[in-house]
Each structure stands twice: as structure tokens, then as C-alpha cells.
């Protein structure tokens, strides 16, 4: 039981790998706080799940990128947990096309939900994590975020800058014992990949040095470890988990 004892807020865990890791963080003891814009049914469900084998947490819904809705929902949290020990920032979305077709609304959808998003969770939920003098802050980062992808400058752009916001508060954060990473999957199997075309996939694929693409629970697997006691000299660091596709 590695996460006994503590509280975990994790977005967009309806679905995929933010299920996975409520799922695994549940099974290690931490009460769990599922989150998500869409799909309360389904994360009620995982509620009912994690309830039944034992564990503990609530269902709190709402979207990332609205601060007015971010902090009244921490507020709630506090009041029914108690406390915060780990935020995962995971909720995020797509938009894709090539430059010269994609929108403005496109580009500024995305990096409202995947940064603007993070920030807002962040800033709320660090507040109480300070005062506490602990706290672990994970952040999906993506793959695209270090290499480009073509068809996803938005997306790979709110990817990427992820990666200096967790470095900046990582840096801001440490001394009051709150560590921040971020993971940069690469090709993990849900419904997000799922809704990429087949050569794209195909392409992807053959570049995978693994041979194969990740499930969702192996996405969780490190989340655990950076949540986890175990990982408490860590911070300000992007890992990734990729099979290879990027060195
Ligand atoms: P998914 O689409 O299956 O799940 C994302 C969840 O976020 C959904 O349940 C959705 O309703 C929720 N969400 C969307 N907008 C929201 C908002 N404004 N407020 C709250 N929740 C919101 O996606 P998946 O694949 O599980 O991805 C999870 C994270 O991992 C995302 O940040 C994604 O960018 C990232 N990622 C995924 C990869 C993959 O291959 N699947 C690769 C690299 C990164």
C-alpha cells in the first residue's frame, strides 16, 4: 500500500489513462478524487469500482480551464478529503490539423484545456499543498511535446509548454516539500489514439523501437512511482514513456 493515507486528485479520469491511474492509486490505498468535464456516469462507475474493492473518494466534475469552477471544486474537495497529497494534470484534448488549415478556436482550445488547464489546477491545489509542506504534482506532457508532430502545433505547442510550467514550479515549489514531474506518453492505446487514422497509426508504429503500442496501465505504473514516497528526490524532471520512439 504505497499511497495509503493520502488523497489524489487526477482530471479527466473517466476515461483512459486518467481511469488507469485513479484505478492503480485506488488499489495502493490513496482515496481518489475522479474528475472530468464529460462522462460522469462512467466515472461514477469507477467510483462504485474502487468502493467496492474497499477503497475510497468522490466524484467531483468539472472543466479544467474555467478558474472560477477549478476553485470552487478544490474548495469541495478540501472540505470532504480534508486534504490534497497528489494532483495529476491530466485532462487534455486534440484538435488536429495541418497549419494552414487549423483554426484559431482550435489552437486556442487546445492550449485552454492542456495548459491553461494545469496552471489553473496547479496554482489552486499548491496553495493548500504549501501550507501542508507536501505534495506531489504530475503533469501529461505527450511525446509530440519534444518532437513535433505534423497536424498537431497546437496540441505538441501546449505539450511542450508543460514542460517549462513544470520545471518553473517545480522550482518554485521544492523548498516547501511539493515535487512536480511531468510524463510524456507516446502512443498509448485509448480513445483519444484510437480516433487517429489507421496509417497514421500504422506510421507510428513502425517507428516504436518496442515494436507495439503502451496500455494506459503502464502510463500509470509511473504515475505511481512519482506519487509514491519512493520518489521524493524527483522533481522538475519529464519522463518519458514511449517505447523507444523518442531518445
Ligand atoms: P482521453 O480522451 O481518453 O481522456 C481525456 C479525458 O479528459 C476525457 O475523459 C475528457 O472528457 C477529459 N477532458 C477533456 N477536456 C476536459 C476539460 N476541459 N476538463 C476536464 N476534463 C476534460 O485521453 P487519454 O488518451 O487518456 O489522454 C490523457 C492525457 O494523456 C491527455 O492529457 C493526453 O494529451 C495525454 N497523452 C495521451 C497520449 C495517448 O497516446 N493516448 C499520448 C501522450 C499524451
Given at each position: 500500500m504505497r499511497l495509503s493515507g493520502k488523497v489524489a486528485l487526477v482530471t479527466g479520469s473517466a476515461r483512459g489513462i486518467g481511469k488507469a491511474i485513479v484505478e492503480r492509486f485506488a488499489a495502493e490505498g490513496s482515496a481518489v478524487v475522479i474528475s472530468d468535464v464529460a462522462n460522469e456516469a462512467a466515472a461514477r462507475e469507477t467510483l462504485a469500482?474502487?468502493?467496492a474493492a474497499g477503497g475510497?473518494?468522490?466524484v467531483e466534475m468539472f472543466d479544467v480551464s474555467d478558474a472560477a469552477r477549478v476553485d470552487a471544486a478544490v474548495k469541495n474537495i478540501l472540505a470532504a478529503q480534508g486534504r490534497i497529497d497528489i494532483l495529476v494534470n491530466n485532462a487534455g484534448i486534440t484538435r488536429d490539423g495541418l497549419l494552414?488549415?487549423?483554426?484559431?478556436?482550435?489552437?486556442?482550445?487546445v492550449l485552454k484545456v492542456n495548459l491553461k488547464g494545469t496552471f489553473l489546477l496547479t496554482k489552486a491545489v499548491s496553495r493548500h499543498m504549501i501550507k501542508q509542506r507536501s505534495g506531489r504534482i504530475i503533469n501529461m506532457?505527450?511525446?509530440v511535446g519534444m518532437m513535433g508532430n505534423a497536424g498537431q502545433?497546437?496540441?505538441s505547442a501546449a505539450k511542450a509548454g508543460i514542460v517549462g510550467f513544470t520545471k518553473s514550479t517545480a522550482r518554485e515549489l521544492a523548498s516547501r516539500g511539493v515535487t512536480v514531474n511531468a510524463i510524456a506518453p507516446g502512443f498509448i492505446k485509448t480513445a483519444m489514439t484510437d480516433g487517429l487514422p489507421e496509417a497514421v497509426q500504422k506510421s507510428f508504429l513502425e517507428q516504436i523501437p518496442l515494436g507495439r503500442f503502451a496500455m494506459p496501465e503502464e502510463v500509470a505504473e509511473l504515475a505511481l512511482?512519482?506519487?509514491?514516497?519512493?520518489?521524493?528526490y524527483v522533481t522538475g524532471q519529464v519522463i518519458g514513456i514511449n517505447g523507444g520512439l523518442y531518445m
Amino acid at each position: 500500500m504505497r499511497l495509503s493515507g493520502k488523497v489524489a486528485l487526477v482530471t479527466g479520469s473517466a476515461r483512459g489513462i486518467g481511469k488507469a491511474i485513479v484505478e492503480r492509486f485506488a488499489a495502493e490505498g490513496s482515496a481518489v478524487v475522479i474528475s472530468d468535464v464529460a462522462n460522469e456516469a462512467a466515472a461514477r462507475e469507477t467510483l462504485a469500482a474502487v468502493e467496492a474493492a474497499g477503497g475510497k473518494g468522490m466524484v467531483e466534475m468539472f472543466d479544467v480551464s474555467d478558474a472560477a469552477r477549478v476553485d470552487a471544486a478544490v474548495k469541495n474537495i478540501l472540505a470532504a478529503q480534508g486534504r490534497i497529497d497528489i494532483l495529476v494534470n491530466n485532462a487534455g484534448i486534440t484538435r488536429d490539423g495541418l497549419l494552414m488549415r487549423l483554426a484559431e478556436e482550435d489552437f486556442d482550445a487546445v492550449l485552454k484545456v492542456n495548459l491553461k488547464g494545469t496552471f489553473l489546477l496547479t496554482k489552486a491545489v499548491s496553495r493548500h499543498m504549501i501550507k501542508q509542506r507536501s505534495g506531489r504534482i504530475i503533469n501529461m506532457s505527450s511525446v509530440v511535446g519534444m518532437m513535433g508532430n505534423a497536424g498537431q502545433s497546437n496540441y505538441s505547442a501546449a505539450k511542450a509548454g508543460i514542460v517549462g510550467f513544470t520545471k518553473s514550479t517545480a522550482r518554485e515549489l521544492a523548498s516547501r516539500g511539493v515535487t512536480v514531474n511531468a510524463i510524456a506518453p507516446g502512443f498509448i492505446k485509448t480513445a483519444m489514439t484510437d480516433g487517429l487514422p489507421e496509417a497514421v497509426q500504422k506510421s507510428f508504429l513502425e517507428q516504436i523501437p518496442l515494436g507495439r503500442f503502451a496500455m494506459p496501465e503502464e502510463v500509470a505504473e509511473l504515475a505511481l512511482f512519482l506519487a509514491s514516497e519512493g520518489a521524493g528526490y524527483v522533481t522538475g524532471q519529464v519522463i518519458g514513456i514511449n517505447g523507444g520512439l523518442y531518445m
